[in-house]
């Protein structure tokens, strides 16, 4: 008699039975579900896994579509598989690297022995296409990690080989489609006919690799110009390649070589001539009177203002600092969300008039009083704090809103200088898989609510997505704006946080919905050596976020 295994299936929280051995595909069939643009993927157990997963245990399955963040990344690698498979196919020799997130895609650079024309391009999408409409199915091997990387190396895959030589796993996953092998450090799709929308154009001197957007999944996400993020990403990546440090397998040679010190002292020089390069700047514009200083959660804001404040002071110039926060509005004239809830985050929870008036009161020279907001009244209150500017004194807020023109919409923008703070991830796992710059941003804010605000790792994951949500609708869209760009991630910052990172992850209970995502942060991190936090300066701009920083928060 055939043995069966039960299956829970949350989506519908019906039972089935299926041949012990089935894959998640046989499971959902026998589901009785219907998922527009899905399954990409699942949670079985609240942890992800692809369709080719195989049960041979009882097992708790939630199937996951396109517009699900794993879903998402799923379909992600499996376009970058037919991607690099379509270039292989067309030209040889050829090299292929996912780089930059930008533009609502990806860049890619590409090295084919030829400039990247239109023409180029569109046989690219051409045979992208034909693989897709081919239906090929995208088969998931395990092999020993030493075969692996005999494998990749006959490839002459180097960035593959690297990585594999230094993880120290004893087994490896690789996938296949059509002849065509890769590794990705996350679950693909199953057959390419389900990638059914992408886009590819000529981007400077490469590509950009559009995919759905994951609020409207018919549609392509829509091109946003991002010219001066890409500098900075195209920056940080020339000063890279002087290093010879693309990639986590770069990165872990380094460490196993003895070389991290030299590593971080670089690092940390690098960020510090690029402050004062920002300083310089706001001391070559005469007028300036106020400098902004913006960025997403766990971006370094903080650590970037002192550490601006500081060199902005080396070139005579004295910051002064005030708080938005003590321009919040009464509670009761506070902006609702959908859910009926205070959105404090919403730019008209703030005293714009007062702000622009207090504003432009201090820049004619007049004396004003600060206001101070009472969190426990809700209710904005006159501090007795006055404050008048001198001739070299210059404002430095920072803030969510700090780009949005509407801030400061009666300041003329001569007296202003804005500066966008980010974690941009520069370093890839390998040539084909990017790091998503917000795993950086999430891992450095589970340390910090965990150290500094007692919040549990389970916590800080269930209320990432609305930290995500407020992002994209009041910093991202303004983040061109800026007069300068910070790059506040280093290149051996996840060797570093990695050690305070892993213990946080593994508190959060199996029974969770936040486990599939600790759990994909915990495989993530297991990529990469760590580096002892005894090796960073004080002044560190991690500092903020391991503790141990000379500066007073």
Known sequence: MEKLVKVHVVNNNKEVEVPIGSNLEEVYALSGLEIEHGPISAHVNNKVEGMHYRLYKQKQVEFLDVCSSSGSRAYTRSLFFVLCKAVHDLFTPCKVAIDIPVSNGYFVNLNIGRPITLDVVGVIRRRMQEIIDAALPIHRYETTTEEAIEMFDRLHNRSKVKLLKSTGRLFTTYYDIDGYVD???GSLLTNTSQLYLFGLEKYFDGLLLRLPSREHPNELGEMTHQDKMFG??????????ILGLRTIGDLNETIINGHSS????ISEALQEKKIANIADEIAQRKGVKLVLIAGPSSSGKTTTCKRLSVQLAVNGIRPVGISLDDYFLDRDKTPKDEKGDYDFEHLHALNLPLLNEQLSALFRGEEIELPRYNFQKGMSEWSGKKLQLKGNEVLVVEGIHALNPELTSEIPNDQIFRVYAS???????????????TDNRLLRRIIRDYKYRGVSAQETIRRWPSVRAGENRWIFPFQENADAMFNTAMLFELAVIKSQAEPLLEQVPE?????????????FLRYIRPIPETQIPPTSLLREFLGGSSFKY
């Open 232 to 241: 900075i990403f195209k920056e940080h990546h020339q000063w890279q390649d």
């Open 183 to 185: 590794y990705y450090y």
């Open 511 to 523: 029974n969770s919905k936040e486990h599939a995502e600790a759990y994909r942060l915990l495989k």
């Open 262 to 265: 030299e590593l971080i002292q």
């Open 423 to 437: 974690a941009l991830t520069t370093i890839l796992l390998d040539n084909h898989n990017y790091i998503p710059t």
